[in-house]
């Protein structure tokens, strides 16, 4: 729930009297640029030091229980670890923000307040959480009419044959986390969860973290808006359709939204503020949360640099890892910094809880711009992106009811996305599983055609660096459902399913037995 209410730094901040009149060293680590700037308060993100371990978060329950469990979790001890701190500000009168999807805080921080924070023992880091300008990834764009078929990246990554079987993402929940949507373009309007036949309810279907400013949407956009475009385009692309124009990958899901970016610029505090709406969702005034309600996939086409003051890079890799542990999946594009080795350097792209998507071309080599690992810049060496899936040259919808062009891996996240609303209303036991998911996702690749070698991994060898496991493909994951419990390996809250399955509609499948499977803290 989102509590507003009144009342990995290099060095050490270590602070004479002499400096912004602050004194005595300071506990906290502390982002140097806030003691460079003025008197005047400064917004600020505070995380706790008592973060909460993975294997804490590692419950029996399956399903909508999962969430409700591992949320409630959450705010216990949330609320135990910042109660210190909210009576600080209770008591000064400062507003602020209270997470629980990463044990953190939001808040404007005078001089005085900010020494206060910096000697607590309980606080960790305190970062700078200022605006900065900063351009969405390339993108070309021209507006065309609603006068084709199937697009043909859909063709290409076999969601009709899924279709042709009755799963067309019936039953599952999309998220977007981006610039907005236009919530009620004929290709989107009757997907939207919280459109009902004759009118729309926004409530636990849309949230804006956009609090100043906010373009053409102004800010705290009580109905969906977009202040830009790129969301309505990854939305369309997720689940768009109108009469035979299909742009989406899932024409049946529903899909609902958070705005984390003024005009294609966020802020850590933004980007929490999102993700803890989509582990619980809110009414209009933000209360009353309800985990059930949390979608099932997220698309994130975004990028945290450090002009958005993402330094430490781990900034959000908490609220990531326990969104997964609640059971949703979080597919995020791997930026477009390419075509050189090493270039996924942004959050969230970086982290091994997010699902990293590259961009391929219609005919499955690599678009340029995508990003490529290993993932360098936090030390780890990882092997990012995941998978690839058409990112370039894609028709979708854009404000104002119609449809523009974009490339980048923006638009190749949300048919990852899709196909795994495909997958979850084949199987409905796939839902709050991100664990299976990503393993049916990452075998449901075709070959994509490279020669670069990034990582010291040959280009016919995959999984790597340049295009992760391969390119998506919607029919041969879907085929690989039946194999369940023959061949895969046991992780943490894997649904066991037995024998192999016959798939029927998700409207009418039984669930069977499940067993929750024990692993190791990866942390």
């Keep these: ?60 329950e399956a399903g909508d229980a999962r969430a409700q469990a591992v949320y409630t979790r959450l705010v216990t001890h949330a609320d135990a670890s910042q109660s210190g701190v909210r009576a600080l500000l209770r008591e000064r009168g400062t507003r602020f923000t209270a997470y629980s999807v990463v044990n953190a805080l939001s808040l404007q921080a005078d001089p005085q307040l900010l020494n206060q924070l910096a000697q607590r023992p309980d606080i960790k880091e305190i970062i ?31 969601a009709p044959q899924v279709w042709a079987r009755g799963f067309r993402g019936q039953g599952v929940t999309v998220a977007s986390a981006d610039t907005g949507v236009q919530w009620n373009h004929p290709a989107l309007r009757d997907k939207y969860r919280g459109w009902h036949g004759s009118g729309a309810e926004h409530a636990y279907h849309w949230h804006d973290a956009i609090h100043a400013n906010g373009g053409v949407c102004g800010a705290n956009a009580v109905a969906p808006c977009d202040d830009n475009s790129h969301g309505t385009h990854t939305v369309g692309t997720m689940l768009g359709s109108l009469g035979a124009d299909q742009m989406g990958v899932a024409p049946e899901a529903k899909w609902i939204a958070c705005r984390n970016m003024d005009q294609g610029n966020g ?15 809110t009414d209009a005034e933000g209360n009353n949360p309800r985990p ?54 942004d959050p969230p ?55 523009g062009v974009k490339s980048g891996t923006s638009m190749a996240a949300p048919h990852v996305a899709g196909v795994a609303a495909l997958l979850m209303s084949a199987d409905p036991r796939l839902k709050r599983n991100p664990e299976r998911l990503e393993q049916l996702l990452k075998r449901g690749v075709r070959p994509v055609n490279l020669t670069q070698v990034c990582g010291g991994i040959p280009a016919n060898q995959f999984p790597n660096p340049v295009a992760g496991h ?54």
């Design 1 to 60: 729930m989102l509590r507003r209410t009144l009342g990995g730094w290099p060095l050490r901040a270590l602070f004479s009297a002499g400096v912004c009149g602050l004194a005595t060293a300071q506990t906290a680590l502390v982002d140097p640029q806030l003691y460079r700037s003025s008197r005047a308060p400064q917004a600020i993100v505070v995380i706790m030091r008592d973060g909460l371990p993975r294997a804490a978060l590692l419950v029996p």
């Design 267 to 281: 802020l850590p505090s933004t980007y929490i503020e999102c993700m803890q709406f989509f582990l619980a969702p």
């Design 470 to 523: 391969g390119r998506i493909d919607a029919l041969k994951a879907l085929d690989l459902i039946s194999l369940f419990g023959d061949g895969f390996e046991a992780t943490t809250h894997l649904v066991t399913l037995g024998p192999a399955v016959t798939l029927v509609p998700a409207a009418t499948l039984v669930p069977r037995v499940i067993s929750i499977l024990p692993e190791k803290d990866s942390l």
């Design 349 to 403: 792209a970086i982290y091994d809880e997010s699902f990293v998507v590259g961009n391929t071309t219609l005919s499955d080599t690599m678009n340029g711009s995508s990003s490529r690992g290993p993932v360098t810049v936090d030390g780890s060496n990882r092997l990012k992106p995941d998978l690839s899936a058409p990112g370039t040259g894609i028709r979708s919808t854009i404000p104002g009811g119609g449809y």
């Design 128 to 158: 700078a959480d200022r605006p900065y300008r900063m351009a969405l990834p390339a993108t070309q764009e021209s507006r065309e009419a609603a006068n084709r078929a199937v697009e043909p990246s859909i063709s290409l990554i076999n």
């Design 292 to 345: 059930e309600l949390a979608p099932h996939v997220i698309n994130n086409s975004w990028g945290c640099p450090p002009s958005e003051q993402c330094t430490p890079v781990n900034i959000l890799r908490d609220a990531i890892a326990n969104l997964r542990s609640a059971g949703v999946l979080f597919v995020a594009a791997a930026g477009n910094w390419g075509s050189a080795c090493g270039t996924v350097q």
